[in-house]
């Protein structure tokens, strides 16, 4: 129990300045869309995240050879600005063309360029501080797309504060190797086919009550904590993969969401789909490893905890949940103006 004791103590301190300043599941990247509606006529939708509301101060610059046409239309969405606008071309082919991002350096966020043309192919990139620009090649790269969706997956799980709390409470309840591989293994599994599903458009869960619930589960699992270290039944600690299977499903509801926010190339969905996907699994295995390592490392310090601090973590996982239960569940009810 002391050497808990000393982990939970360490880990709070340690993890909690990570995550106090960002937000749960932030990846929000703006996107760029410019898609041939018919020959040389092209639709562009450019979607920027706002802060408050303002909106991030990035600009894109696009083929010089593309000419605006009429006044473009600008709706605000939560968290974003959308542009809407029209172009001809006037040259014959986008293809040697560069579309550029200005700002990027000082925002520190990235752009998701899509590009669909009217022969039927498609291009997609990333845009971030360090190459602000593309050139239009002549076919699109499979690997660049993997390696964009990968990148994105990585990133979302790590940034998402939510996800790994959850996370965490399940390394803090289940005990031996042999039940944490098949938690985690039924989490996995559980957020794929409903991250999947959800992306294909064979499932609709409202965003908003979705994320209360995944806020719910933390809440849940670090009230699980404390049962199991005061000598009470816990059901997680019973049958850990069956609340990581549950609750999975739900997160994988969320990062079917934040993939949706930034979208995905029609001409590779499946390969964007499972890259992210495969994204996401790496942040979390990384997660994992680092806090297993932290722990094993924390055991033989020589430094004792005070009595009863074990308490502290649970109980701060939970304040933590408890406040994102409450906002989420507001921000969907009828009187609601959040």
């Not at 000082?106 to 192919?121: K, P």
Request: with cysteine; glycine share 8%.
């Amino acid at each position: 129990m002391r050497s808990l004791t000393k982990v939970c103590f360490f880990v709070l301190v340690g993890f909690f300045q990570v995550i106090a300043p960002a937000s749960a599941d932030e990846i929000r990247p703006a996107l760029l869309d410019i898609k041939e509606q018919s020959t040389g006529l092209f639709a562009v939708t450019w979607k920027v995240p706002t802060r408050g509301d303002k909106a991030e101060n990035i600009t894109p610059y696009l083929p010089k050879s593309l000419e605006l046409v009429g006044t473009p239309t600008v709706q605000d969405v939560p968290g974003a600005k959308v542009e809407h606008a029209t172009y001809k071309n006037n040259s014959e082919s986008l293809t040697g063309q560069k579309v550029v991002i200005d700002g990027l350096t000082a925002v520190q966020t990235d752009v998701l360029l899509l590009i669909q043309l009217q022969d039927g192919s498609q291009h997609s990139a990333i845009l971030r501080p360090s190459s602000p620009e593309f050139t239009i090649p002549l076919e699109a790269s499979k690997f660049q797309v993997a390696a964009d969706y990968w990148r994105m997956g990585t990133i979302h799980i790590l940034e998402g504060a939510d996800h790994l709390l959850f996370v965490l409470a399940l390394l803090l309840i289940v005990v031996g190797v042999g039940q944490l591989l098949k938690a985690v293994t039924a989490f996995t599994v559980a957020h794929s086919i409903t991250l999947v599903l959800a992306t294909l458009g064979f499932v609709h869960v409202p965003a908003a009550p979705t994320e209360a619930i995944i806020a719910l589960s933390i809440l849940f699992l670090a009230t699980e904590i404390v049962h199991k270290h005061n000598g009470q039944f816990s059901l997680t600690e019973r049958y850990p993969w069956v609340i990581a299977f549950v609750f999975g499903l739900f997160h994988g509801l969320g990062f079917a969401g934040a993939l949706s926010k930034i979208g995905v190339p029609q001409h590779e969905v499946p390969l964007a789909l499972l890259m992210f996907n495969v994204g996401v699994e790496t942040g979390q295995l990384l997660f994992i490893a680092v806090m297993l390592g932290l722990f094993a490392i924390l055991k033989w310090l020589p430094f004792t905890a005070p009595q009863g601090s074990w308490r502290v973590l649970p109980y701060a996982i939970g304040s933590v949940a408890a406040f994102w239960t409450i906002e989420r569940v507001v921000s969907f009810l009828p009187f609601s103006t959040v």
